[in-house]
């Protein structure tokens, strides 16, 4: 399994590298920091449904309505709704990208859907909203995603479903309210079926989460409204794994994953502080990630 994880978060990075050079630009830092932990996600921690062959989205339906009964969402590329299944919420819709190069290596999306990000009339949008493969619920603007998660959890655990809700976060969500909002809804209600993996990279759009507004330690924040929290290396696929087995009964479990925004890229760390996004300034730099791309090539076979 460990190999497995590996090769779906190489194979993760590489494609992102591969789409940022074919259109000048990518969410290339989010690629780095998080494929280790969303492999684990989808290909051990969650339990999902299987599908059987990958899926090419739709074009974009319109939203839900009285004339609009077909409506999906991107739920259906994670298996769907099924009441012992789990679900998957994204709440940094930036990661988007990420999150289809996922669904494409672990054979849930047709690799060829790609040819249709962020296009007039696609469902596999820049910024994913609810229609978006994989997606859940729209989670923009930043901060959304865990109060929409919490409510869903509450149903189910109303409704006695088996399954958890993940949610799957950055840290600079921990910088707004409603954040913590939602954190104190979920103790007070007791959601152990809300388990939050955060993307601790310690960048944001403006720079350092550190300078931009320091929240400091997360894990005892977050214990002092009543949840149980563990801080991990997000690129130790061990570690990861093994959070699985954290015990929360009556309580929902948030596990920090500690990342690099240049994890097997060390050509990008020379961006640093800006993280947040890959556009290439001249025919030079390109060539650096040309280069970089082959060498993973190589190195990954």
């Known amino acids: 399994m460990h190999s497995e994880i590996l090769k779906v978060s190489r194979g993760i990075k590489k494609r992102v590298l591969e789409h940022t050079l074919k259109h000048n630009g990518g969410y290339m830092g989010q690629a780095c920091s998080s494929a280790d932990t969303l492999a684990c996600l989808y290909l051990d921690i969650m339990n999902l449904k299987t599908i059987e062959r990958p899926l090419l989205p739709p074009s974009f339906r319109g939203v839900p309505s009285s004339k609009n009964t077909q409506y999906k969402n991107g739920a259906e590329f994670n298996g769907g709704h099924e009441k012992n299944y789990d679900r998957f919420y994204l709440s940094p819709a930036q990661y988007a990208l990420v999150l289809y190069a996922l669904l494409i290596e672990t054979k849930r999306m047709d690799e060829m859907a790609l040819n249709d990000f962020n296009k007039d009339g696609s469902s596999v949008e820049m910024i994913g909203a609810e229609h978006s493969p994989g997606m859940e619920v729209t989670t923009g603007s930043l901060g959304q995603g865990l109060s929409q998660a919490i409510g869903s959890a509450f149903a189910r655990k109303r409704n006695n479903d088996l399954g958890n809700n993940f949610v799957f976060m950055s840290d600079g969500e921990f910088q707004i309210g ?3 909002e939602a954190i104190q809804t979920m103790c007070h209600y007791q959601l ?34 009543g949840a149980k929290a563990v801080a991990v290396n997000g690129h130790d696929i061990e570690a990861i794994l093994n959070t699985k087995k954290i015990e929360h009964k009556n309580q929902p479990l948030f596990v920090f994953c500690e990342t690099l925004p240049y994890k097997d890229l060390p050509e990008f760390e020379k961006n640093r502080p800006k993280f947040h996004y890959l556009r290439f300034t001249s025919p030079e730099e390109k060539n650096i990630y040309i280069n970089a791309l082959e060498r993973m090539s190589k190195e990954w076979k």
């Open 178 to 180: 409603m954040t913590y």
């Open 192 to 225: 152990d079926n809300v388990i939050v993996y955060v993307d601790v990279n310690g960048h944001q759009c403006d720079g350092t989460t550190t300078e931009v507004m320091n929240v400091k330690n997360l894990v005892s924040k977050v214990e002092s409204f």
